[in-house]
């Protein structure tokens, strides 16, 4: 299998029956109707479109909400051909301006309701913080044609295409089939090498970062997902994330979206056997509720370093727990079960990198990854062949082991400090929550003072850490100050450690004199 939609569609033919999708409010849509919906969002997209395919894609912006309408318009628009282009609200305009121009889509598939927040309601909406490109004419004198969901609503281009109509039985284009049947229909197979989804990262206005992915590159990372872990038919995947709600479709499982309340309650409610957290949500979950439904196999934990507190906490609540290493570019990398983890001193373990991932490691210890899974370019760039991680790691009997971000290293006494590699050791000590280590340049001489900050947890004493820290500190990595806070910044989607928030509280709280360094005062 190397297209992600005929990978799907060929999942539908063998399990037309088979529920596929139960979104937010409870419905329900079998893999059939899906197959159905794909394909007529392919055949009007096509239609309206002429030739859309080829290596390029067609940028389609792409502001639906998740659910069973997003899941079969995003399928049916890489189908036609198309690059989904994700309309993010809250950039700022000049960002997204940059982005239009980049990707400069030739179609907008949106939710009614966002078309009218973008138009007629454009001024009470960005009060209250809600920013959109218009979806009507994103980039200006640039022709771009329009699908929607939901009811027609002011602000809905006159000329759109509804999906609701399209699914009625003869409400397609002219000359496009009536699939109201429950025989899945067959696609085509466009090249695998063709533009599926520009994901945008970071960069600056004028040259905004967007990683590209492809039919193939999507599909080889949607495999690993799916090798790594058992899943299959009669398995109940509860996400909202694609890249484990995707290869729950390609298994023949039940894609499960969130509710928007508990989590406890949506996973025993829809009786899931697989769920992904962020492990700060994670934590919050499990004070309140400890234990997780007994039907819950498989926790998967991404986006950021969890603390051992809380793989101890998810390993207590029942399920299996899986923490995946992955970046935009290379969806996933290696995965490592939160009792390796745990039980691995010395660094952050990854995992050994998942079959097919090439690693490099360079001169330097910075992590270069390639294979079949990874993005085929930068927009607007070569070809990658591999992609710098960012992430400082040594190889250990054939597994990764984290040793810190590459711009997080500090430099103290001309002593590369590397502070993924003591965190986790720090963060399992009685009375730690959690546990990072920052660096403050000297503004005289550049040489950095060495910061240790905890959140404290029941028992805490500041001089028994301080006690503990040479036994799993090394010497010359030994923190200047250590500092008591309530919680660490945290920021973006995945809350993730904000480092340099981090370094600009601790500086509130005073530099020691130099004389005191690492001397136990």
Request: proline share 8%; hydrophobic share 45%.
């Given at each position: 299998m190397n297209d992600v939609v005929t990978g799907i569609m060929s999942v539908a033919a063998?399990?037309?029956?088979?529920?596929?999708?139960?979104?937010?409010?409870?419905?329900?849509?079998?893999?059939?109707?899906?197959?159905?919906?794909?394909?007529?969002?392919?055949?009007?997209?096509?239609?309206?479109?002429?030739?859309?395919?080829?290596?390029?894609?067609?940028?389609?912006?792409?502001?639906?909400?998740p659910g069973v309408e997003a899941v079969a318009l995003a399928l049916g628009a890489v189908a036609a051909g198309?690059?989904?282009?994700?309309?993010?609200?809250?950039?700022?305009?000049?960002?997204?301006?940059?982005?239009?121009?980049?990707?400069?889509?030739?179609?907008?598939?949106?939710?009614?309701?966002?078309?009218?927040?973008?138009?007629?309601?454009?001024?009470?909406?960005?009060?209250?913080?809600?920013?959109?490109?218009?979806?009507r004419d994103p980039l200006p004198g640039h022709p771009v044609r329009h699908l929607y969901t939901g009811p027609w609503l002011p602000g809905v281009p006159r000329r759109a295409l509804g999906l609701s109509r399209l699914l009625r039985?003869?409400?397609?284009?002219?000359?496009?089939p009536d699939m109201s049947g429950a025989t899945p229909p067959e696609i085509s197979e466009i090249s695998s090498d063709q533009a599926a989804a520009v994901i945008f990262t970071s960069g600056t206005t004028a040259r905004p970062r967007g990683v590209v992915h492809t039919r193939g590159s999507l599909a080889a990372g949607l495999e690993l997902f799916r090798n790594a872990f058992p899943l299959g038919p009669g398995d109940i995947v509860h996400t909202d994330q694609l890249m484990l709600g995707l290869p729950a479709l390609l298994a023949g499982a039940t894609w499960s979206l969130p509710t928007g309340g508990d989590l406890a309650g949506d996973l025993a409610a829809r009786r899931a056997t697989h769920t992904f957290a962020v492990p700060v949500h994670l934590d919050r979950l499990l004070r309140r509720t400890p234990r997780l439904p007994a039907t819950l196999r498989y926790l998967l934990l991404g986006a950021a370093p969890a603390p051992p507190a809380v793989l101890r906490r998810a390993l207590d609540a029942g399920p299996q727990v899986l923490s995946v290493y992955a970046m935009t570019e290379a969806l996933p990398i290696a995965i490592a079960s939160a009792r390796e983890k745990l039980a691995h001193t010395g660094g952050d373990l990854?995992?050994?990198?998942?079959?097919?991932?090439?690693?490099?490691?360079?001169?330097?210890?910075?992590?270069?990854?390639?294979?079949?899974?990874?993005?085929?370019?930068?927009?607007?760039?070569?070809?990658?062949?591999?992609?710098?991680?960012?992430?400082?790691?040594?190889?250990?009997?054939?597994?990764?082991?984290?040793?810190?971000?590459?711009?997080?290293?500090?430099?103290?006494?001309?002593?590369?400090?590397?502070?993924?590699?003591?965190?986790?050791?720090?963060?399992?000590?009685?009375?730690?929550?959690?546990?990072?280590?920052?660096?403050?340049a000297d503004p005289g001489n550049g040489d950095e003072e060495v910061v240790l900050a905890v959140v404290p947890a029941d028992g805490y004493d500041e001089r028994l850490l301080r006690r503990s820290l040479p036994r799993i500190v090394d010497t010359a990595a030994l923190p200047d100050r250590v500092v008591a806070l309530d919680a660490l910044p945290r920021s973006g989607r995945a809350d993730k450690l904000d480092r340099a928030a981090l370094r600009a509280l601790v500086a509130r709280h005073g530099h020691r004199a130099p004389a005191e360094r690492r001397s136990g005062a």
């Amino acid at each position: 299998m190397n297209d992600v939609v005929t990978g799907i569609m060929s999942v539908a033919a063998r399990e037309p029956g088979r529920v596929a999708v139960v979104d937010g409010r409870g419905r329900k849509i079998t893999y059939a109707e899906l197959a159905r919906r794909v394909d007529t969002v392919r055949a009007a997209m096509a239609g309206r479109s002429g030739t859309v395919s080829g290596e390029r894609g067609e940028g389609v912006l792409f502001a639906v909400r998740p659910g069973v309408e997003a899941v079969a318009l995003a399928l049916g628009a890489v189908a036609a051909g198309g690059t989904l282009v994700l309309a993010d609200p809250g950039l700022a305009p000049e960002v997204l301006a940059a982005r239009m121009t980049a990707t400069r889509p030739g179609w907008v598939v949106a939710e009614s309701l966002l078309y009218a927040l973008s138009g007629p309601l454009r001024g009470p909406a960005r009060r209250r913080g809600l920013l959109l490109p218009n979806l009507r004419d994103p980039l200006p004198g640039h022709p771009v044609r329009h699908l929607y969901t939901g009811p027609w609503l002011p602000g809905v281009p006159r000329r759109a295409l509804g999906l609701s109509r399209l699914l009625r039985p003869g409400g397609g284009l002219r000359g496009t089939p009536d699939m109201s049947g429950a025989t899945p229909p067959e696609i085509s197979e466009i090249s695998s090498d063709q533009a599926a989804a520009v994901i945008f990262t970071s960069g600056t206005t004028a040259r905004p970062r967007g990683v590209v992915h492809t039919r193939g590159s999507l599909a080889a990372g949607l495999e690993l997902f799916r090798n790594a872990f058992p899943l299959g038919p009669g398995d109940i995947v509860h996400t909202d994330q694609l890249m484990l709600g995707l290869p729950a479709l390609l298994a023949g499982a039940t894609w499960s979206l969130p509710t928007g309340g508990d989590l406890a309650g949506d996973l025993a409610a829809r009786r899931a056997t697989h769920t992904f957290a962020v492990p700060v949500h994670l934590d919050r979950l499990l004070r309140r509720t400890p234990r997780l439904p007994a039907t819950l196999r498989y926790l998967l934990l991404g986006a950021a370093p969890a603390p051992p507190a809380v793989l101890r906490r998810a390993l207590d609540a029942g399920p299996q727990v899986l923490s995946v290493y992955a970046m935009t570019e290379a969806l996933p990398i290696a995965i490592a079960s939160a009792r390796e983890k745990l039980a691995h001193t010395g660094g952050d373990l990854l995992g050994a990198p998942l079959p097919g991932v090439g690693v490099r490691v360079a001169a330097d210890g910075e992590l270069f990854v390639s294979g079949p899974h990874l993005a085929r370019c930068y927009l607007g760039e070569e070809p990658l062949t591999e992609v710098a991680t960012g992430d400082l790691v040594r190889m250990e009997a054939g597994r990764l082991i984290l040793l810190g971000r590459k711009k997080d290293m500090i430099l103290r006494d001309g002593v590369n400090i590397y502070p993924g590699l003591y965190e986790p050791a720090v963060a399992a000590l009685p009375g730690v929550a959690e546990a990072a280590i920052v660096g403050l340049a000297d503004p005289g001489n550049g040489d950095e003072e060495v910061v240790l900050a905890v959140v404290p947890a029941d028992g805490y004493d500041e001089r028994l850490l301080r006690r503990s820290l040479p036994r799993i500190v090394d010497t010359a990595a030994l923190p200047d100050r250590v500092v008591a806070l309530d919680a660490l910044p945290r920021s973006g989607r995945a809350d993730k450690l904000d480092r340099a928030a981090l370094r600009a509280l601790v500086a509130r709280h005073g530099h020691r004199a130099p004389a005191e360094r690492r001397s136990g005062a």
